[in-house]
């Protein structure tokens, strides 16, 4: 406890003092610890959100932390007027894992889907030298905050309040072709889908989908653009998401774990996206791709081989699959599991906030998608110990 403050007064503090944009859970989360948070007081949760899907090597990770202190002794910031080598290093790491050919970091996963819609703007603009193209984006998507994220966000209840939003933008349904095909015209520059929907309630586009988008694109010079903030960096088994499937996009976001908490994102294209969109003049950052940020990205790659962590996680999510199977399979509340690898969905009939704030005084941190969706997304290095005592803690909490 520093300098003696209880949580309590801590939470007092906050909620005079930041804006009320987030109903938090009362708790004030101090340390970290592999798949462990303690809170201001001492107590020990085990975490299954990570952040919500950012902390993919746990907590307290040495080779990491070291790699950090020493980019911040060596130099944090510079400009992008300037080449910099984590910049040059990540890039080319970040090149290795997608197959993707241009990298352009940014500060955010919002940012990085801004960057995915100004990119797919002027591809169209090249194109035909109109300036009126539109993108087709999926109902219950969740692509971020920003004014461009969120007009491409499918809740109306984020929009509403703040239209207009950029404009163009058409929204079909995930895993129904026709509901894209019947809106696509000769304005279409882009589709943009999250390959696995998150924060909509953990929905993974099925793969007979994305092949036929795929081929409509082709056909049509459509980009095909996926948003893998949450879905990417190991998460599902894969490096990303869209590698199961044979098929590739023209565009691709990254963030949340790129970083494993160093605030970064990216957006990334395929050679013919870069020869056709954005150029010199057309885009920038003052923080993006800085130095630190950079030393981040370029040590979560290094580690994600190092400690096998994409082998981890496809073993690692059969148990948690099977775990929540048998866990939804004694609720008759429980609706349904889905999801993949270690991004995975409980649908409840009923609002699960109440579960959540009972798991959590037991010391396990869990987090919706929806009102009726638990969802999982722990530290990618979490052990099926630790799958045990979740399920545990979890059990007491719907038993009550
Ligand atoms: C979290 C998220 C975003 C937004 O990222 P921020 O870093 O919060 O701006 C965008 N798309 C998806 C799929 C996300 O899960």
Known sequence: MENGMSMQAYIEEAERDLLHTYNRYQVVFDRGEGVYLYDTEGKKYLDFVAGIAVFALGYGNQDYNSALKEQIDRIIHTSNYYYNVPAIEAARKLKKVSGMDRVFFTNSGAEAVEGAIKAARKYGYLKDGCADHEIIAMEHSFHGRTMGALSVTGNPHYREPFEPGIGNIRFARLNDFESVEALVNEKTCAVLLETVQGEGGIFPAEEEFLK?????????????????????????????????????????????????????????????????????????????????????VSKVLDLFEEDHIIEHVRKTAVYLERCLDELAARYDFITERRGAGLMQGLAFDRPVAGY?????????????????????????????????????????????
């Open 212 to 296: 036929k988008l795929r081929d409509l694109c082709d056909k049509k010079d459509i980009l095909l653009i996926l948003d893998e903030i949450q879905c990417g960096m190991g998460r599902t088994g894969f490096m990303f998401a869209w590698q199961k499937y044979g098929i590739k996009p023209d565009i691709m976001t990254t963030a949340k774990a790129l970083g494993c908490g160093v605030p970064v994102g990216a957006f990334l294209m395929t050679e013919k996206v870069g020869a056709h969109s954005l150029t010199a003049g057309d885009h920038g950052t003052t923080y993006g791709g800085n130095p630190l940020a950079c030393a981040a």
């Open 356 to 400: 959540i704030t009972k798991a959590l005084e037991n010391g396990l941190v869990l987090i919706n998608a929806g009102a009726n969706i638990i969802r999982f997304v722990p530290p990618l290095v979490i052990g099926e110990e630790d799958i045990d005592k979740m399920i545990e803690i979890l059990d007491g909490a719907l038993m009550q």
